[in-house]
């Protein structure tokens, strides 16, 4: 029977995932032209709530204990809040492209969040490959500084990336009992009401927004959010989070590529060379080193076995 983190529906689910959210930076580049951070957030929140509500209607709930309220409200607050925020805020200062190169320094976060929270360690290759990454993400701030835009964006995107790899480690142990669904939708509901402040915000640009925004706005919620989480959260459940984490290399590219044929932006030179920088880290950070063999001792003659 093969692994169940390569079965066809959890590839799918990878598959769709790394799409989803590669496409979600686009999606945010382009609404943010008429929405501002906070109503894009809320926005998107508010229908992602709604559709994972209506799914999970279908569904049994089951009551969350004290300890997993805790780690439910990390993932909210910190991966759907605040995350959202940021990546809006992000994209008002930095290209698509750049800003997923940023983010995904989050697979290191993991796990240094991992060595610090669960007692996995430092090994050295998470050392060295959290230094690698440090630099690439100096080398876009040197590079985004000569293009003109400010280093409020660069940190912005740290703070998504940050809040990021807190969710995915605070996500992890509720899935040993919750339902994905259920925390998926819990977390997007607490999410969104972090949000709640920029609902006048958010009317006011509705008001104005072209029916593209709108649009935009409305699959932010449904596939990069209700549908991505989802089956992030599916894959999460039979993969361990390094290894899934992992598949989000893919996500730059992908975004690199889709801007410049979507919105003709392609990310200066050096900062194209800051996020190879970034997933280079990322990868030696994921090396293991190998446990040495065992040297045999040459038995005595005439000694026993046991």
């Given amino acids: 029977m093969p692994a169940p983190s390569r079965t066809p529906l959890t590839l799918l689910a990878v598959t769709v995932t790394v799409l989803a959210w590669a496409s979600a930076f686009i999606g945010i580049r382009a609404v943010g032209e008429d929405l501002s951070p906070g ?3 809320l926005g998107r929140l508010a229908i992602g709530t709604l559709v994972l509500g209506l799914l999970l209607t279908r569904r049994g709930w089951v009551p969350p204990t004290p300890g997993e309220w805790r780690l439910l409200v990390v993932c ?3 991966w759907f809040g605040i995350y959202n925020l940021a990546l809006n805020a992000a994209e008002q200062h930095l290209d698509a ?5 940023l983010v995904n320094i989050g697979p290191v976060l993991i796990a240094v969040f991992a060595g610090l929270l669960l007692g996995e360690g430092f090994p050295r290759w998470l050392v060295i490959g959290l230094g690698i990454a440090f630099c690439g993400v100096l080398l876009i701030g040197f590079a985004t500084r000569d293009a003109g835009a400010d280093l409020l964006g660069v940190l912005l995107s740290v703070v998504a990336a940050v809040t990021y790899a807190a969710g995915v480690v605070a996500q992890k142990p509720l899935l040993r009992r919750l339902p ?3 925390v998926t939708f819990t977390a997007c509901a607490m999410g969104a ?3 709640l402040p920029w609902a006048g915000a958010l009317v006011a640009d509705l008001g104005s927004a072209p029916a593209s925004s709108i649009a935009g706005t409305v699959y932010l919620g449904v596939v990069p959010t209700a549908l991505a989480f989802s089956t992030w ?16 290399y893919l996500v730059p590219p992908i975004v690199v590529l889709l801007g ?5 932006e392609v990310p200066p030179a050096l900062a194209v060379v800051g996020g190879g920088v970034c997933l280079l880290g ?3 950070s994921r090396r293991r080193t190998r446990p040495s063999r065992p040297v045999p001792v040459p038995q005595e003659a005439g000694s026993a076995t046991v």
């Avoid at 492209?97 to 190169?101: C, D, L, P, Y």
């Avoid at 410049?260 to 003709?264: G, N, P, S, Y």
């Fill in 39 to 41: 109503a894009l957030a």
């Fill in 76 to 78: 909210g607050v910190g």
């Fill in 97 to 101: 492209g750049t800003t997923a190169m």
């Fill in 180 to 182: 994905a669904l259920q």
């Fill in 193 to 195: 009401l972090c949000c």
């Fill in 233 to 248: 959260a599916y894959a999460l459940r039979r993969m361990d989070a390094g290894r899934l984490g992992a598949t989000t």
């Fill in 260 to 264: 410049w044929v979507l919105l003709d």
């Fill in 282 to 284: 990322v990868a030696v």
